[in-house]
């Protein structure tokens, strides 16, 4: 079956560090990957997606994330986080040809202190 | 566009009881919506996939008769948790895939707590 796992249970960081979330899924073949947030008390966003193209993908608020497919990997960066930033972040992989159905990490729950 | 939306977002209901939780497609048409539940401080988990005009897809481990889905229209999909228990006490969140589309976008959950 297929499975997505996070590395990071809960990361903390101050303000304009860098960020890097782990993400590696199990599938052999084609895949669309994203990364979602979640605000407090608020519904999931999508941050960003890959369907194909360019491994390396720009989606809103400053991310990016890269495929590498080698490694199944997508991992999601930002080069300087904001106290705003804080939020549980979700890695979510949809099997190519199985419609929409999606597969989630675990979540990471990422802090930002002021 | 895309908007989907989830009714009621919170309900309080007691043991034993029944309840109906709406998933709207609000700007666009949804064949197909999927249900998720999310623990608290987990991860979503697909608990079925509701297509229009038929039954829905069970994931492994979901009791088809405790939880009722019905996709009557292109933009309407209902959840039923049938004789809730405290255990049922979770975060619901449904997912509506546009017609033709591969993402899908998200309500903004429906958190059940029965008592």
């Known amino acids: 079956a297929q499975s997505v796992s996070q590395h990071n249970h809960h990361v903390i960081l101050s303000e304009a560090a860098s960020l890097e979330l782990g993400c590696n899924y199990s599938y052999g073949g084609t895949v669309n990957l994203f990364w979602y947030v979640q605000y407090p008390g608020q519904h999931l966003q999508l941050l960003l997606k890959y369907f194909s193209g360019d491994p390396l993908v720009k989606g809103i608020k400053g991310f990016e994330a890269e495929f590498i497919k080698s490694k199944f990997s997508f991992n999601l960066r930002k080069p300087s986080v904001q106290w705003s930033d804080t939020a549980e972040y979700f890695c979510?992989?949809?099997?190519?040809?199985?419609?929409?159905?999606?597969?989630f990490g675990q979540g990471t729950e990422l802090s930002v202190k002021p | 566009g895309a908007v989907v939306s989830q009714h009621p977002s919170r309900v309080i209901c007691k043991s034993g009881t029944s309840v109906k939780i709406e998933c709207r497609s609000l700007?666009?048409?949804?064949?197909?919506m999927f249900w998720y539940r999310q623990f608290p401080k987990q991860s979503l988990m697909l608990m079925a996939t509701s297509n229009e005009g038929s039954k829905a897809t069970y994931e492994q481990g979901v009791e088809k008769d405790k939880f009722l889905i019905n996709h009557a229209s292109l933009t309407l999909s209902t959840l039923t948790v049938t004789s809730a228990h405290p255990e049922d006490s979770s975060f619901y969140i449904c997912?509506?895939?546009?017609?033709?589309?591969?993402?899908?976008?998200f309500g903004q959950g429906t958190r059940l707590t029965v008592v």
């Open positions: 979510a992989v949809n099997v190519y040809n199985q419609g929409g159905k999606l597969i």
């Open positions: 700007d666009f048409q949804a064949t197909t």
């Open positions: 997912s509506a895939l546009r017609t033709g589309n591969t993402e899908a976008f």
